[in-house]
């Protein structure tokens, strides 16, 4: 029985810098495996790490990866000799959710539904959660007839994966998790950054890794005053209590004084401020802290105005960022016209 793997949970002020930062620690140790179910995020550690003559050489040896949390589950599934099956796409799940919908009785709550369109996509995002949250619907305190008719199309689903030969990452997940856990000699370390939630099923397979002997790494959001302020950090440390916490300082200036209460970090002349913002994220939380400082100070809302290079890309961060200021935003951006209900139910 191998030794119980440590855990250490590294807590990082918002924005990609501090991540990187903190990432750069751990480049240099050899079997060394990045993951993420973020992509973006993946492929900016990726650059970075290419970016660097010294932190490349152990990229390109293979003495560290860096990939999707999908690629480390098939590692694990291929030493625990899981049976082969390939990735289903959203399209294929779409498609699978659609044959087992086709099951239905005539009386079911959701056989005329069940042709609408955008049904099957929102079955396959129902039935993800379900599995990701180690919700078994058969165990209902009050069962009702939705709920019974849910938990067969979760079956139905399932079989059409396995009739296929298809899967899921949460349905290779639960079936590696029931499998002793094996682990390839050449791995040791896994760092996990950049997950805005940690649900049950994954936390399962951070124990699961543990239990193989792997150290882990978690990479976590913090607030600096206000705790409850991004709830995957509270997640953590109460799925591994006995864990070395330890927070991460940035010298990324704007990511360090960001949600703290003191002033913004910005050069200043001739009346022009300019705030140094890591990426869209900051940028978009310090314009709306500004300005939340102005009205404050007693501005009128009609006097400030804020300019953007691209709306598509922003709108939607200065969106939540005015909700949580509190901030009045008006705003005029394109959207797809399938974002509409009412257009989509159409």
């Known amino acids: 029985m191998p030794r119980r793997g440590g855990v250490t949970i590294l ?21 060394t495996f990045f993951t993420s179910s973020n992509a973006s995020s993946i492929a900016q550690l990726r650059d970075h790490i290419e970016a660097s003559d010294d932190l490349r050489k152990h990229y390109e040896t293979g003495s560290i990866r860096i990939d999707l949390l999908g690629s480390l589950v098939s590692v694990f599934a291929d030493s625990a000799n899981l049976p082969l099956a390939r990735p289903a796409g959203s399209d294929h799940q779409e498609a699978l959710a659609g044959l087992a919908a086709e099951k239905l009785p005539n009386d079911s709550p959701f056989f005329e539904c ?35 008719d849910i938990h067969d199309l979760a079956e139905g689903f399932e079989d059409a994966l396995a009739t296929h030969r298809f899967t899921t990452l949460s349905h290779r997940l639960k079936g590696l998790l029931d499998a002793s856990p094996s682990v390839p000699q050449e791995l040791k370390l896994v760092v996990w950054l950049s997950e805005t939630e940690w649900p049950p099923l994954w936390l ?14 978690f990479f976590t959001e913090r607030h600096l005053t206000d705790a409850s302020f991004f709830p995957a950090a509270a997640q953590l440390g109460a799925a ?30 001739d009346g022009v401020t300019v705030l140094e913002a890591a990426d869209e994220y900051l940028e978009s939380e ?61």
């Open 240 to 269: 591994f209590p006995d864990a070395r916490i330890e927070d991460v300082q940035s010298r990324a200036p704007a990511c360090a004084s960001l949600f703290s209460g003191g002033a913004a970090a910005a050069r200043s002349n």
């Open 204 to 217: 399962r397979f951070g124990d699961w890794l543990r239990l193989a002997g792997l150290e882990l790494v």
């Open 286 to 346: 310090w314009a709306l802290r500004t300005v939340h400082s102005h009205l404050e100070l007693g501005e009128p809302e009609e006097r400030i105005c804020i300019f953007s290079r691209h709306l598509e890309n922003y709108g939607p961060l200065l969106e939540a960022a005015s909700l949580r200021f509190g901030v009045p935003l008006k705003m005029s951006r394109q959207e797809p016209l399938l974002a509409n209900p009412f257009a989509s139910y159409c």
């Open 11 to 31: 807590r990082l002020l918002p924005g990609f810098a501090a991540v990187r930062e903190a990432a750069a620690r751990f480049s240099h140790d050899k079997g």
């Open 114 to 148: 069940r042709q609408l369109p955008g049904f099957h996509a929102a079955l396959v995002d129902t039935l993800q959660e379900l599995r990701r949250h180690d919700i078994d619907l058969s165990r209902a305190v009050s069962p009702s007839r939705k709920l019974a």
